[in-house]
């Protein structure tokens, strides 16, 4: 059975992921102990695209992220990107949690639209990969943190000419392995 992948909206796969990261966070203990973070990354802000993460400690040592990017509109009239990203993610810290070195596990999910060079791509994307990072306090409630993940990235979508043509539509994968994240954000925690 095929899909038609033409308009921004949340794929099967992105849910199921979504849903696993609240049902984790929601079965790991009581939230009264527990330390937040709200935060946002300023290099994705850059690329005009509105984002959003929460991180809860989950021990002493661990927590768990989850962070979303939504790009609805068009920049450049000729080349254009729309997108929305979801990014759940466990981290190990080495010495207490938000604070200092710490190592990742992260998923990813989007759906994009891109318009570029005479073609248009419309389709999902989906994987997972590794992370490394570090945290500086900058006061008691605000932290500077530093990200860079590696990993793996399913692609499934339609490429075809930038034509008003459903039938010029190709269906193409991909496999992609290299940078899966970045990010320098800055958190305020309570």
Same mark, same amino acid.
């Given at each position: 059975?095929?899909?038609?992948?033409?308009?921004?909206?949340?794929?099967?796969?992105?849910?199921?992921?979504?849903?696993?990261?609240?049902?984790?966070?929601?079965?790991?203990?009581?939230?009264?102990?527990?330390?937040?973070?709200?935060?946002?990354?300023?290099?994705?802000?850059?690329?005009?695209?509105?984002?959003?993460?929460?991180?809860?400690?989950?021990?002493?040592?661990?927590?768990?992220?989850?962070?979303?990017?939504?790009?609805?509109?068009?920049?450049?009239?000729?080349?254009?990107?729309?997108?929305?990203?979801?990014?759940?993610?466990?981290?190990?810290?080495?010495?207490?949690?938000?604070?200092?070195?710490?190592?990742?596990?992260?998923?990813? %999910?989007?759906? *994009?639209?891109?318009?570029?060079?005479? @073609?248009?791509? +419309?389709?999902?994307? =989906?994987?997972?990969? /590794?992370?490394?990072?570090?945290?500086?306090?900058?006061?008691?409630?605000?932290?500077?943190?530093?990200?860079? %993940?590696?990993? *793996?990235?399913?692609?499934?979508?339609? @490429?075809?000419? +930038?034509?008003?043509? =459903?039938?010029?539509? /190709?269906?193409?994968?991909?496999?992609?392995?290299?940078?899966?994240?970045?990010?320098?954000?800055?958190?305020?925690?309570?």
């Amino acid at each position: 059975m095929r899909r038609v992948y033409s308009n921004i909206g949340i794929s099967g796969i992105a849910c199921k992921m979504l849903f696993a990261a609240i049902l984790f966070c929601g079965i790991t203990g009581h939230s009264h102990a527990q330390k937040w973070a709200l935060k946002t990354n300023t290099l994705s802000w850059a690329v005009l695209a509105p984002n959003i993460g929460a991180e809860l400690g989950l021990s002493g040592k661990v927590s768990m992220e989850l962070s979303g990017s939504y790009k609805p509109w068009t920049v450049l009239d000729k080349s254009n990107i729309r997108l929305w990203l979801v990014q759940p993610e466990v981290r190990y810290w080495l010495c207490e949690t938000f604070e200092g070195h710490f190592f990742g596990i992260h998923m990813h %999910g989007a759906q *994009y639209y891109a318009r570029t060079g005479g @073609k248009i791509y +419309d389709g999902y994307l =989906a994987g997972g990969g /590794v992370t490394y990072g570090h945290a500086w306090i900058l006061s008691p409630r605000w932290n500077l943190e530093a990200v860079i %993940g590696v990993g *793996y990235a399913r692609l499934w979508y339609k @490429k075809r000419p +930038d034509l008003p043509c =459903a039938k010029c539509s /190709v269906d193409k994968t991909r496999n992609y392995f290299g940078p899966t994240k970045i990010s320098l954000s800055v958190s305020y925690l309570f």
